[in-house]
T-cell receptor
Framework: NAGVMQNPRHLVRRRGQEARLRCSPM?????VYWYRQLPEEGLKFMVY????????ESGMPKERFSAEFPKEGPSILRIQQVVRGDSAAYFC???????????FGPGTRLTVL | GESVGLHLPTLSVQEGDNSIINCAYS??????FIWYKQESGKGPQFIID?????DKRQGQRVTVLLNKTVKHLSLQIAATQPGDSAVYFC???????????FGKGTKLSVKP
């Protein structure tokens, strides 16, 4: 059973460009969470989705950031017009339900030049 | 606001010794706690979890203790090995809200 998959593993963008981060949850998991981690810090919750629905986006900036989890395909975290402050590691986690253990992917490291 | 924090940012132990990593949480409503291990360049890896109706839970070489009176969580690693070197995070959640609240992490360094 493959774990949570994320791609790309590393992404470099110039200021003003768009970044698209993909997450494929574990098989059978319909709950997806996105977290951001700055160097030397813990993970900060961004958004929680369940197939086709955003359940909680309280941790996601109101502007430039969006997330989706379509019926078919991976979950996408989209950052428009990236700025240097967006540079971080972005982790996706999945779980079979909202009260169970979350399994994390390897992360996407975004660098904004 | 509500937060999860760790007492010690770094911990250095000798191989074979036992390690204890501590965590304080402030949300008395938290009812589910998880310890994760994160190696450099990798995602967090589940170690052990505990629900608020328990005080102690044991896994292979690891034990988690929960003291709800003082809102304290600890991770004990027996016979620490070089492969245990990593950053350890505690995380909490409550009810059915879903998202985890992470502490800043403790870096464990194991000396051979």
């Amino acid at each position: 059973n493959a774990g949570v998959m994320q791609n790309p593993r590393h992404l470099v963008r110039r200021r003003g460009q768009e970044a698209r981060l993909r997450c494929s949850p574990m098989k059978g998991h319909s709950h997806v969470y996105w977290y951001r981690q700055l160097p030397e810090e813990g993970l900060k919750f961004m958004v929680y989705l369940q197939k086709e629905n955003i359940i909680d986006e309280s941790g996601m900036p109101k502007e430039r950031f969006s997330a989706e989890f379509p019926k078919e395909g991976p979950s996408i975290l989209r950052i428009q017009q990236v700025v240097r402050g967006d540079s971080a590691a972005y982790f996706c986690a999945s779980s079979p339900n909202r009260v169970d253990q979350q399994y994390f992917g390897p992360g996407t490291r975004l660098t904004v030049l | 606001g509500e937060s999860v924090g760790l007492h010690l940012p770094t911990l250095s132990v000798q191989e074979g010794d036992n390690s204890i990593i501590n965590c304080a949480y402030s949300n008395s409503a938290s009812d589910y706690f998880i310890w994760y291990k994160q190696e450099s360049g990798k995602g967090p890896q589940f170690i052990i979890d505990i629900r608020s109706n328990m005080d102690k839970r044991q896994g292979q070489r690891v034990t988690v203790l929960l003291n709800k009176t003082v809102k304290h969580l600890s991770l004990q690693i027996a016979a620490t090995q070089p492969g245990d070197s990593a950053v350890y995070f505690c995380a909490e959640t409550w009810g059915s809200q879903g998202n985890l609240i992470f502490g800043k992490g403790t870096k464990l360094s194991v000396k051979p």
